[in-house]
């Protein structure tokens, strides 16, 4: 597609629920990454997919958190058991390279946790 | 890791105002991009800026990479130009993009 596709755009969950957010990157871009974005804040690294391969997954916050691109390209951003805290706007971005290149940022998901 | 600045905080402009933001960062860097985050989240690339120099329309920036900063500058403000802009780096050696914590622009008409 012309850019980074995300779905759902908006998201409420009771707490305890899991919840799936999706990323469809740019064609062919290699490197893929998601953030986290809390209120009045800058977005905060989660995890970073070169391929298929997940070679960071410093940021996600707890184990509750879990992210796959199995065919390198759609990726999914698993929150199992949300929480209050979990709220917040879960950005994707893709890129043609890998760290010499820029990042192209979907709409984001905004999770609210109720 | 490397820490990215940026300042000021929060900017309030008069419509035509000229401004300039910044961005320190605290290590080499092999990719610098700054972006605008308009009032409906959605985060929009301005430039991609590890040196050099750049112009598109009303806005500029200028990234000294041997001295750790970058500039935008934006002329004659619009009450469009409102939201948030994000100065963000990557490492040399590195693929993590990080973020500042941006500059709140208002423009007043």
Redesign the interface.
């Known amino acids: 597609g012309a850019g980074v596709s995300q779905s759902p755009r908006y998201k409420v969950a009771k707490r305890g629920q899991d919840v799936a957010l999706r990323c469809d990157p740019i064609s062919g871009h290699v ?1 893929l ?1 998601w ?1 986290q974005q809390a209120l009045g ?5 989660l995890t ?1 997919f ?1 391929n298929e391969a997940q ?2 997954k410093s940021g996600l916050p707890s184990d509750r958190f879990f992210a796959e691109r199995p065919e390198g390209s759609v990726s999914t951003l698993k929150i199992q058991r949300t929480q209050q805290e979990d709220s917040a ?1 879960y ?1 994707c ?1 893709s890129s043609v390279g ?8 979907g ?2 998901t ?1 999770l609210t946790v109720t | 890791g490397i820490q990215v600045e940026q300042s000021p905080p929060d900017l309030i402009l008069q419509e035509g105002a000229n401004s300039t933001l910044r961005c320190n960062f605290s290590d080499s860097v092999n990719n610098l991009q700054w972006f605008h985050q308009n009032p409906w989240g959605q985060l929009i690339n301005l430039f991609y800026i590890p040196s050099g120099t750049k112009q598109n329309g009303r806005l500029s920036a200028t990234t000294v990479a041997t001295e750790r900063y970058s500039l935008l500058y934006i002329s004659s403000s619009q009450t469009t130009d409102s939201g948030v802009y994000f100065c963000a780096v990557v490492n040399t050696g590195g693929f993590k993009t990080i973020f500042g914590a941006g500059t709140r622009l208002f423009v007043k008409a």
Not at chain 1, 41 to 45: A, L
Not at chain 1, 98 to 105: A, E, K, M, R, T
Request: net charge negative.
């Open positions: 490197s990454f953030y804040q800058g977005p905060e690294f970073y070169q070679l960071d706007v950005l971005a890998q760290g010499n290149s820029p990042l192209h940022f709409n984001g905004r």
